[in-house]
């Protein structure tokens, strides 16, 4: 029979004799003075039968504990920047990769016809510009012989007023006309001279204009083969040769597993701890002994059982969800070294998060059975000399199996005293009790498994 089982048998034929009629331990006639005979040898009979723990002293936390999903620091879907059919696959899924290698091609005639297209129309552009300078020359060319022109028949009119008393007034007033006439020529080809170049400047913008096409056509045809944008591992693949493919749908999903992350939302009353929390994790690397550590953080994969991660505040958000009223913290994944036979977390692991936010080193910690509650009051029994004592108490730090107990009244509880586990629930202060010590359900279990095979053997 299980010791647990043999202490509850125990227990209930202690009652049942203590209810007996006429039950006593005490001789007949050897009651107390002053007190009635039938009553005296039934309170010497009253012990309760209890069973104890001994008080611990040992450190208990409070803690946050929350699940969630990895995340890698850089992961993207990768998407085609031109539309095409593919002819080539360089990447497999689980492929490493590294900066600017080619992951897939897409059929690049069309693109390569339509940079031929570009320059062929850069080369037009440009034979038209020199055609424009030559017209340029030939514009300043020409002002240039009719300001000769026009300089010649001025200084001719001049002279000849000189001698106005030696030529007719007819030829005077030709001359007047010739200068005049070469005037308005001079000006006509010094309007066209400055036509001709606006014209090449003109040109010299669409010459500007055909070697950006030519620069699209050569990035279009560039998009032709899909490059890996940083160092990773091809975490999926979905395309094949044959694909028409374009910009409405991604061809890969590239991550980097080596830096992992979990992202965790808490409540906005927790915001100034998270933001201390951040400030001391930032100044980890030369904290003196006698400040405050950075956060406990362990990180329990739900695919690896049994291994333990550590983690780190990487940041928190400088701003809170208004739909939730909550904030995002960042949480570094330690990953583990070359020597370390743990397997790294990979990002989309479910991880349970346990985050330590205080700790009580020397706590006094009972079994959670051992504490009753009476209103908004809290009270343990402790066994004293056979006799149950009961101590007023206020609710610590606990965890599943025990609670920590701070004494309302200084130096009430020590370390290793007994507290009544089972058969405190009908206690009053000052009963008298027989202990027996208690065995938790995991040491039962084994008590019984360990009966189980004895009775095998």
Known sequence: MPRLDRAFAALACAAALACAPGASDVPDGVADAGEEPEFAGLERVAATRVLTSPLEQREMVREIETTVNAESETEIELFPRSSGVVVAIHAEEGDRVKTGEVLMEIDPRELEAALGEAKIALREAQDALRNLEL???????????????????????????????????????????SVATNQADLDALRLAEKKAEAALATQQIAIERAELQVARAELDLSFAKVEAPFDGVIARRDVRIGDLVSNAASVYVLTDPENVRAVVSRPQRELTFF???????????????????????????????????????????????????????????????????????????????????????????VPKRAMLREGDSYFVFVVDDGVGRRIAVDEGFSDDDFVEVIPEEAGALSANANVVVVGNRDLEDGDRVDPSPWVSAGASAEAAEDDADDDGA
């Open 275 to 365: 933001r201390d929390a951040e400030a001391r994790a930032q100044q980890a690397s030369g904290y003196d002994a006698g400040d405050a550590a950075p956060l406990d953080i362990e990180i329990a994969p739900e695919a690896l059982p049994g291994a333990r991660y550590a983690g780190r505040i990487r940041f928190v958000s400088p701003t809170i969800d208004p739909a939730s009223g909550q904030f995002r913290v960042t949480i570094g994944v330690e990953q583990p070294g070359e020597d370390d036979a743990r397997l790294p977390v990979l990002p989309g692991m479910l991880l349970r998060v346990r985050i330590v936010t205080e700790r009580h080193p020397n706590a006094l910690v």
């Open 135 to 177: 017209t340029v020359g030939e514009s300043k060319a020409r002002v240039v012989a009719s300001e000769l022109t026009f300089d010649q028949s001025k200084r001719e009119l001049e002279r000849k007023e000189d001698a106005a008393a030696v030529i007719s007034r007819n030829e005077l007033d030709l001359l007047r006309l």
